[in-house]
């Protein structure tokens, strides 16, 4: 915000900026004060009366030991998720880089998975990894039952993280190429003159040099496994089994819709925001030094 | 390339193909499956050859899930969220990067907060208002007197009730308040140098004018990236029109049915239609998102610089 | 120059700003919201054009939410934005809140008030039970009930030489045995998240507490009782089946459900809701034949009464006095003795009063097929008059209490955790639920 201001007009900006500050007051803060006074509360479900309760919510998750597994397991699913995402995202922007004959196409087709909806692809996965029907269910007919979602919490979380990072490859690819395509050519052919290797050049240079690129990647994949989780968890398990593909969006749903918690929910929502808020600080503090650095 | 590495170049392909493989064995397997018989379907593993059911499929998707409408539902909450969004935050970022006023620094706080809450992490406050998103302003003109004077004088009782559930605004205007379009804008119009407004100020343009002849022709690609964008999220959107759409005949969107196509219980085990259907769901955005490609790409890859 | 900027800037905000929403005034129709879906959803829309062709004065619009739990949240939510239908399906897992809420308007009232004339005294008292103050009064009405049955392979049976339906637990351990024996992959389809027959239903029959005061009749202050009694054994009985194979596991995750795997032929036995009966009947494959009975006991044990399952009709308030009198005259509609047994004929569910019963037994409705063994059904829910654990469950947040139950079933059965300790967890977690009902709702008392 360091840039000289042009204009000086009194009313103007409050014009062009009132409507979304109006949007962001009802939208945002309004709610956000309306759910501390749940979190603050017992809410009845069907209205009619908030009874004082002090930090009882608050404390009652954090007593709980089955909240904990679900930050343990949402912060499992966001690093598993990013990571497998933006791993396969860079190899294929490394190679695609490389503009060989043809590429033009394997390009195009690379960005399709970020246009799918998170239900979408969780309905075509769940077929795909069903154990009795689909694809990978022909593995129980040579190992039978080596291949249960349905049973087993481990099998069905990972079901759900190749889901995940299947759906972020689209998004990361896009950003990963441009970052390795900004990297000027005389780097490259400096580095070659050198004498490094393709693989070489390829670790020692271009990846510190997308660094800034990349983190930026990993805070928005960990963003987005807190909103797309939910799609993919409704329908592929939705949350089984025995709550083991709970994550906290998913349970903050399931505590405060089915399990009509809604005071509940509401403590958890304050937290979850605030630590999503921290992490927005951190993605900014980033962005603007990078913006000096550049 | 710098120099000739055959071997290099044959791993570079199979690198690509296998990745080509990966990223659309999902998509061919919905496509496959949509085409196939009941019998074709169940079997196991799928044959991964297509089959000839694909429109007979596809009809009884679209009658069984009723997605006539709702595709027509979805489309108009894309629309919405994409025009009230560019709208919007071309008029903020201007606002906050070419104005100086004493609120700047806080309005821009204000806004950019929410920058990183989307509406699945804000899924129970948001919640908590629907019922009257407008309690906020009675409150107010309550705690004011002013609707007491109102009513002394004309006998009207002020009464704000605003609720959001089976409405498009109330689909539509929780998904416009977050900052991305802002912050989209902020980005691109920092890069706009000083002297380009000093030259139109020179020319004697107003404000208003520069920002309409000079800036909103020079952001054509964020706002092209923008659009889809926010078409595409606001089309995928789940979580929160399920929740706030109780007469799901007439304002369930698309993407909520897609839950109603998996194979229920006492039913059989139609898997062949659920991918029909989820086909058909999965088209819009992805046709959006092909045919925008090369724009989508530099508004998005513009807003790191 | 400045007046254009302004100009320019306020129509700008201005129409950005013109989304506004006007709420929609209902006519003199009212809504019904219910949560079936499916084949049952299509027979209460014909019943609701059926109301609306019988007469003039008011239209009824039905809408599905597609279950009970989605029925419930979107009755919520529209209640709280003064939306809400004027009638709403509720099932068992949502009735404390709603009691405790005062939302609602007592059945009895309303009939009263616009001068129906119905024998309360005429249903069933296991299901009134169900819906009725401490004291009796009916405060919702009656509409689809059921309760859970055994489903049994005819033919497999006789071909491990069992004749008729088994009546006790030990017999069908030997039966799923000499299946598994003879080669059938299922003897048993399973569903360990199916609190209601395995669970609930079993604790009735075997009379064992499921929670203390009565199944929470007496007071918010129960505590949950189920790992004390005879379902700790029960729950490790299922164990014992599921390992040696007699009883397999068939879930929506799995890929299969019970009543599939059982109508196609797949399973043998299972159990479900009688409604289901006539799902089954039309789903069943060819050459499947099937039976029904009511759920074993372990010998030795007296039979008591099992629980209603369901749900049923209740009428929410803020609403209009027209749109009252029109449900009124929907719910003395259903409760005519030809649209009764209408109802109990093209569905499972089973007609809801003593007179009902009585008239379709006469007329010979239960003697041959399709609808022969839905009498069953009755006998499982008279076998005893409802006793202190057999009337009801009263517990607040019920549907958060199942999924406890749920998740230590599966736990036992996937995980195979001790089920002592996986149901005590479930009983403590339980207490914590009820706890926190009580004080949401402290000072309050059920009615």
Sequence with gaps: MERRAVYRNKVLPWLLIGPQLLLVLVFFYWPTSQALYWAFTLEQPWGGGNLWAGLDNFLYIFRDDRYWGTVLRSGFYALAATGLSMLVALTLASFVDRALKGTKLFQSVFIWPYAIAAPAAGVAFRFIFSPEAGLVGAVNDIWPGIWDPATNGMHALAMVIVCHAWLGIGYNFVFFLAALQMIPRSINEAGAMDGARPFRRMFDLQLPLIAPTAFFLLIMNIISSFTDSFGLIDTMTEGGPIGQTEVMVYKIYVDGFKGLDYSGAAAQSIVLMLLVIGLTFVQFKWVERRVHYN | ?305 | MMKTNWLLGAALSATALTFVASPVAAATKFEFWYGLSGDLSERVQEMCSRFNASQADYEIVCVSQENYENNLQNTIAAFRANKQPTVTQISDGGVVDLMLSGAFVPVRELMEKNGYQIDWSNYFSGISSYFSTSKGELLAMPFNSSTAMFYYNTDALKAVGFEGAPQTWEQVETIARDLKAAGYDCPIAFDPTGTWQWFEQFSAIHNQPIASNGNGYGGLDAVVEFNKGKFVDQLGWFKKMTDEGLMVHKSKAAGETANDAFTAGKCQMSSSSVADHGSFAKQAKEGVHWDVTVLPVWEGTERHNSLVGGAALWTLKGKTEEEYKGAAAFYNFIALPAEAQHWSTITGYIPVTNSGFEAMKAAGFYDAAPYKGRELAIQSLTATPPGEYTRGIRLGNFGAVRQEVAKAMQSVIFDGTDPQKALDDAAARSNEILRKFEQTYKGQQLP
């Design chain 2, 1 to 305: 390339m710098i120099e000739r590495s055959p071997f290099f170049d044959a791993l570079t392909y199979a690198v690509m193909i296998i990745g080509l493989i990966l990223v659309v064995i999902p998509f061919w397997v919905v496509i496959v499956a949509a085409s196939q018989s009941l019998q074709e379907v169940s079997r196991v593993p799928i044959s991964l050859l297509p089959s000839d059911q694909l429109w007979v499929n596809l009809s009884e998707a679209w009658a069984r899930a009723d997605l006539g409408p709702k595709m027509l539902n979805s489309f108009i909450v894309a629309i919405g969220v994409t025009i009230g969004k560019i709208t919007l935050a071309a008029m903020s970022a201007f606002a906050i990067v070419f104005f100086s006023f004493k609120a700047r620094m806080i309005c821009f706080w204000l806004i950019f907060i929410t920058l990183m809450l989307p509406l699945e992490v804000r899924i129970v406050p948001t919640y908590a208002i629907a019922a009257n998103a407008l309690l906020p302003f009675q409150v107010i003109l309550d705690t004011f007197g002013i609707s007491w004077l109102v009513q002394a004088v004309s006998g009207i009782q002020v009464s704000l009730n605003w609720n959001l559930l089976n409405s498009y605004t109330g689909l539509i205007l929780p998904l416009v308040a977050t900052a991305t379009g802002t912050f989209l804008y902020r980005q691109f119009f920092m890069t706009i140098p000083d002297e380009l407004a000093e030259a139109s100020k020179m020319d004697g343009a107003s404000a208003m004018e520069f920002f309409r002849d000079v800036l909103i022709p020079l952001s054509r690609t964020n706002m092209l990236a923008l659009a889809t964008i926010m078409f595409v999220g606001s089309w995928n959107q789940y979580l929160w029109p399920l929740l706030i759409t109780t007469d799901r005949a007439n304002f369930g969107t698309v993407v909520m049915q897609l839950k109603a196509l998996i194979p229920a219980q006492n039913g059989t085990p139609d898997w062949n239609v659920t991918m029909a259907g989820a086909l058909i769901i999965m088209l819009p955005p992805l046709l959006v998102v092909a045919f925008m490609q090369r724009w989508f790409v530099r508004g998005l890859i513009s807003r790191d610089k």
